[in-house]
């Protein structure tokens, strides 16, 4: 949001990011024209969300259906990235992987090839931080600026508008996004272009361990022939207490694996992680682990599921079936 403002003495009107002292008198509110790209469980609603702020949008989705609920609360349609790039002055983009955000961005109908100069990019998807990186150097090429910032908080964060938000890129890019992110949820500055991915991969491993140590304990209990939501309620008043573990394990115990996130876009971060890894020469022989349990989810036919199903690789290896009844 910027403020458009008159002041005694000064000559002209000022534009500024909020109201500094009482004289100054607020002669309207502008809101820069947003394009949101890839409208899926994560970007319908946070597109939603900065529609109903106020923000004039356009919005595109490679399957158009996924337009219509936008469209019925006031954003305006487009036919490609390009075009929307040319009406937006802040594009904002949500798609699945790396090779995605080459494509909406750096495609012949993509981003680079429509946008104004001066434009803020923001790419909130889950990618490698070099790719984040290589794609911000060609929006600086075309005149723009652009930051990663994907988030933490899943579906449900994004439904409620309380995502964990990791920027990478300039401070006064950061400064301009600032108002915008604020809708969505916690926006945080971890450094230069790529840092936002690379605490999104750090995240990433801490999810996958967590579902990953909650899957065995509860294997473990069911084999044993304790009842898993004693396990869960125990675990959860004491040390081992985890949100993963608060969100997840109810679900995991009623047999309730809808996504939520998906475990085929977890094995993708894990790849991301371990492919940082590689290039930095860091060892994560827990995150290898985790990285070939969910190649099984994946292999299993259960990728579209959501990502606590790991923990059916587990009972598969353990022969037991996590349901509170006797075990096997
Ligand atoms: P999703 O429901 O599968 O949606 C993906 C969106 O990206 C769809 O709108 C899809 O269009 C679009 N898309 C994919 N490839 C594209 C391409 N090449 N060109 C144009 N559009 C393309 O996924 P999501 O759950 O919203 O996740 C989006 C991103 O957020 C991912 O990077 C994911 O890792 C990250 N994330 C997800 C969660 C979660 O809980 N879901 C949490 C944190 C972060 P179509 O509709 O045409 O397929």
Redesign the pocket.
């Known amino acids: 949001t910027f403020y458009v403002i008159e002041c005694e003495g000064l000559p002209s009107t000022l534009k500024c990011d909020s109201l500094y002292a009482p004289e100054w008198k607020e002669l309207a509110v502008e809101k820069e024209h947003v394009g949101f790209?890839?409208?899926?469980?994560?970007?319908s609603p946070m597109a939603a969300h900065l529609v109903r702020a106020g923000y004039p949008m356009t919005v595109f989705?490679?399957?158009s259906v996924?337009m219509e609920p936008l469209m019925a609360i006031g954003a305006a349609p487009s036919g490609s990235c390009r075009e929307l790039a040319s009406r937006s002055d802040i594009v904002i983009s949500?798609?699945?992987?790396s090779p995605?955000v080459e494509?909406?961005y750096l495609g012949p109908d993509g981003v680079l090839a429509g946008v104004r100069k001066g434009s803020l990019l923001i790419d909130?998807?889950?990618?490698s931080p070099g790719m984040a990186i290589r794609v911000t150097r060609c929006a600086e090429e075309a005149g723009c600026t652009m930051m990663d910032a994907?988030?933490?908080?899943?579906?449900v964060g994004a439904r409620n508008a309380t995502l964990s938000i990791m920027v990478g890129g300039e401070t006064q890019a950061f400064d301009r996004a600032l108002p915008l992110l604020q809708v969505l949820g916690k926006p945080i500055l971890c450094g230069p272009s790529g840092a936002g991915q690379t605490v999104k991969a750090c995240n990433q491993i801490a999810t996958a361990l967590h579902l990953v140590a909650m899957s065995e304990a509860l294997v473990l209990g069911q084999k044993a022939g304790v009842d898993p939501t004693v396990i869960l309620q125990v675990l959860g008043a004491g040390y081992a207490e985890s949100r993963v573990m608060d969100v997840r394990g109810p679900r995991v115990v009623r047999r309730d694996f809808a996504?939520?996130?998906?475990g085929r876009?977890h094995h993708?971060?894990l790849h991301i992680v371990l492919e940082t890894a590689r290039e930095l020469g860091c060892p994560l022989p827990a995150s290898a682990l985790a990285h070939e349990l969910f190649s099984s989810v994946v292999a299993n036919g259960w990728g579209d599921l959501d990502h606590s199903a790991v923990i059916r690789v587990l009972e598969t290896l353990a022969g037991v079936e996590v349901t509170g009844s006797a075990p096997r």
């Not at 790209?37 to 970007?43: A, D, Q």
């Not at 949500?94 to 992987?97: A, E, G, L, Q, T």
């Open positions: 790209i890839g409208l899926g469980v994560m970007g989705n490679r399957t996924k949500m798609v699945s992987d995605d494509e909406v909130m998807s889950t990618i994907p988030v933490s908080g899943g579906d996504p939520g996130f998906r876009l993708k971060d």
